[in-house]
């Protein structure tokens, strides 16, 4: 084993001993509740509520997740996060040739109004949250789900939830982008004014630094990188025209956390301090609510070994850990053998329990912000705060996060981190238990998940049962409309709404959306 070299993921020398020298003076955390928000969004914290638990899961058909969702609730999820395939992702029905071999396969399938309402057959919308992974299409699966709702006679100004909707971070980290940069900001800003008006209750972004973490960035990256995404959709709402109190208390965020536990209680601390600052400073905001930066957080999937699964069971006990001291909104724990496959049942309601026992049994929730004060998680918080100002303004000097998209900035720093990250295991300079050290021979008897191969030929046939049984005129005419203002100015939302309550595919409208806007490659 190399010798220890003490630091944080992010580079951050570690000192033997802190001291009240240490905190900066000037970095006053404040109280709960209270600008700058480092101690949390809200004064009582976990006394008066606990964080939301969201398992995410969506796999095969609409009936299949509809089935996970319900045991998820049965044993005491408080929130829903569906999973998509990547087909919905990037906008084709299951019956096109690039779907072949992925339906069902990382999420569930999801083509028409009808798979919506299979998917949460049984569920009352207005009584849950519920958290939608989705970007490119995230507007067409809003509407679906706000036409179910319609449907179950919910009460819109009442329901609640999240679309992720972050495309910025596909451009730099995950890639299921589909139009250019330029036109899918409009679909962004489309869906804070109309959600604004018609679901004020609802996030309409999710900004996500869990896919950059996830590619390889260290933790200063990810706030930072995160932080100045978020900056760039501020500016694309003012510009559209939008007050920014009127759509910025509706703004979440979606951060890791991984392995690193004080780094990463510190940097969701400094995430929250550096965002008040940026809203109240550079954009003016007047809502305290505007200040606020709400986070969902998921333990890092990128942590979890395909070697001796069970040792996965701590890794996450650690990083949920960590996300609850630093104040995460809602959490989401992963299963300890997703290296392997889908979570099964078992292993989902393991990592629902995980949560449950820290929520209930750790009296960790019984005071706000237990860390504060702590030389060492104040003096991080801080550092973390400076590095992330000069990641920030290295990525103004370039123009903001589109300019630096383009200009690779963010992909070769991720790529560089990344290398760094693993050359650090390779050589044992980093432990990761059970990969470089502590190695066992063993023969894996996991029962695991499979996703059977002949949903497709399932989702296929529902979906020409729709197409034949469907009004195809009104489906023309919604089409026809929803392509003339895509070529217009006009807010494309209840065009996009109008076209699924009348069974129009994902496909249908994405390929309106492609060939007025084409494609970015």
Same mark, same amino acid.
């Given at each position: ?63 299949? *997740?509809?089935?996970? #969702? ?6 005491? %999820?408080?929130?829903?996060? $569906? =999973? /998509?395939? &990547? ?118 972004? *999710?900004?996500?630094? #869990? ?6 960035? %260290?933790?200063?990256?990810? $706030? =930072? /990188?995160? &932080? ?118 078992? *292993? ?15 009296? $960790? ?157």
């Amino acid at each position: 084993m190399a010798t220890k070299n003490f630091k944080t993921d992010s580079g951050i020398p570690i000192k033997e001993a802190y001291f009240p020298s240490d905190i900066d003076p000037a970095a006053d955390p404040g109280a709960p509740g209270e600008f700058p928000f480092t101690r949390g969004v809200h004064r009582s914290m976990y006394r008066s509520r606990l964080w939301t638990m969201r398992q995410y899961a969506g796999f095969g058909t609409a009936r299949q *997740s509809n089935e996970r #969702y319900r045991y998820l609730l049965s044993q005491g %999820t408080t929130g829903l996060s $569906v =999973a /998509f395939d &990547l087909p919905t992702q990037m906008g084709f029905d299951s019956d096109h040739v690039m779907s072949e071999g992925e339906v069902g396969k990382v999420g569930v399938a999801i083509d028409t109004l009808a798979d919506m309402e299979t998917l949460f057959d049984g569920i009352t919308l207005q009584s849950i949250t519920t958290s939608m992974t989705i970007n490119a299409t995230a507007a067409i699966l809003l509407c679906m789900y706000v036409a179910l709702a319609k449907k179950q006679n919910a009460d819109l100004q009442r329901l609640s939830g999240t679309i992720q909707n972050d495309i910025l971070k596909e451009y730099i980290a995950r890639g299921t982008h589909i139009y250019p940069p330029a036109q899918s900001m409009r679909l962004v800003t489309d869906t804070f004014a109309w959600c604004s008006a018609n679901i004020p209750n609802w996030n309409t972004i *999710s900004i996500s630094g #869990y896919h950059i973490r996830e590619a390889g960035s %260290t933790a200063v990256q990810e $706030v =930072a /990188f995160t &932080l100045a995404n978020g900056k760039e959709y501020v500016r694309a709402a003012i510009r559209a025209g939008l007050p920014v109190d009127s759509f910025a208390p509706r703004l979440s965020f979606f951060f890791n956390a991984h392995n690193n536990f004080f780094e990463e209680v510190a940097k969701f601390r400094a995430a929250r301090r550096l965002w008040a600052t940026i809203m109240k400073d550079e954009f003016g905001a007047q809502n305290p609510d505007s200040l606020k930066l709400r986070f969902h957080a998921q333990t890092g999937g990128s942590t979890l070994t395909a070697q001796q699964i069970e040792t996965n069971v701590p890794r996450v006990t650690l990083q949920a850990l960590a996300a609850v001291l630093g104040g995460t909104q809602s959490l989401h724990t992963n299963a300890k053998d997703e290296a392997l496959a889908l979570p099964t049942e078992e *292993s989902a309601r393991l990592a629902l329990r995980t949560q449950q026992v820290i929520g209930f049994e750790s009296g $960790v929730t019984d005071t706000v912000d237990p860390l504060a004060g702590s030389y060492v998680v104040e003096s991080l918080t801080s550092e973390i705060e400076q590095r992330v100002k000069e990641k920030l303004a290295a990525i103004e000097s370039l123009g903001g996060s589109v300019p630096a998209i383009e200009q690779n900035y963010f992909q070769t720093e991720i790529a560089e981190s990344a290398y760094a990250y693993q050359r650090a295991i390779d050589e044992k300079e980093k432990v990761i238990v059970g990969v470089n050290e502590f190695v066992v021979e063993e023969q894996r008897t996991d029962a695991l998940l499979k996703v059977d191969e002949s949903i497709r030929a399932e989702q296929m046939a529902n979906l020409t049962a729709i197409k034949r049984n469907r009004d195809q005129a009104s489906v023309t005419d919604a089409l026809t409309a929803l392509r003339a203002a895509a070529c217009g100015e006009e807010n494309l939302i209840p065009h996009i709404l109008s076209a699924v309550e009348r069974y129009a595919t994902v496909g249908e409208i994405s390929d309106v959306l492609r060939d007025e806007w084409g494609i970015y490659e």
